[in-house]
Nanobody
Framework: QVQLVESGGGLVQAGGSLRVSCAASGRTFSSYAMGWFRQAPGKERDFVASISRSGGSTYYADSVKGRFTISRDNAKNTVYLQMNSLKPEDTAVYYC?????????????????WGQGTQVTVSS
């Protein structure tokens, strides 16, 4: 089992930046590919970004390419999402997730473990 806890959400103005973090329990963090998803009010939960076990490969949704950066520090059992040039449409609850498969698998059902989410609100 893996327990995931997100942090770092908050309120930011459009054009601003925010970094959210996800801390994982256990000694096997590096065995999992990690992903970030988000869910806006009244919307489905959508894929945002993923990263391979070593952190050497990443994948992004088109909506965030060039603005968001996913990274991980396996020594700290933590994955990050740096969000720049934020837009009001980025407002959502952001969730981190872990899977035993490849980072290239980006469907919600591909992921085995989920955090509780952290709220990100971008004001216009």
């Amino acid at each position: 089992q893996v327990q995931l806890v997100e942090s770092g959400g908050g309120l930011v103005q459009a054009g601003g930046s925010l970094r959210v973090s996800c801390a994982a329990s256990g000694r096997t963090f590096s065995s999992y590919a990690m992903g970030w998803f988000r869910q806006a009010p009244g919307k489905e939960r959508d894929f945002v970004a993923s990263i391979s076990r070593s952190g050497g490969s990443t994948y992004y949704a088109d909506s965030v390419k060039g603005r968001f950066t996913i990274s991980r520090d396996n020594a700290k059992n933590t994955v990050y999402l740096q969000m720049n040039s934020l837009k009001p449409e980025d407002t959502a609850v952001y969730y981190c997730a872990a899977q035993r498969g490849s980072y290239i698998n980006i469907r919600e059902r591909d992921y085995d473990y989920w955090g509780q989410g952290t709220q990100v609100t971008v004001s216009s």
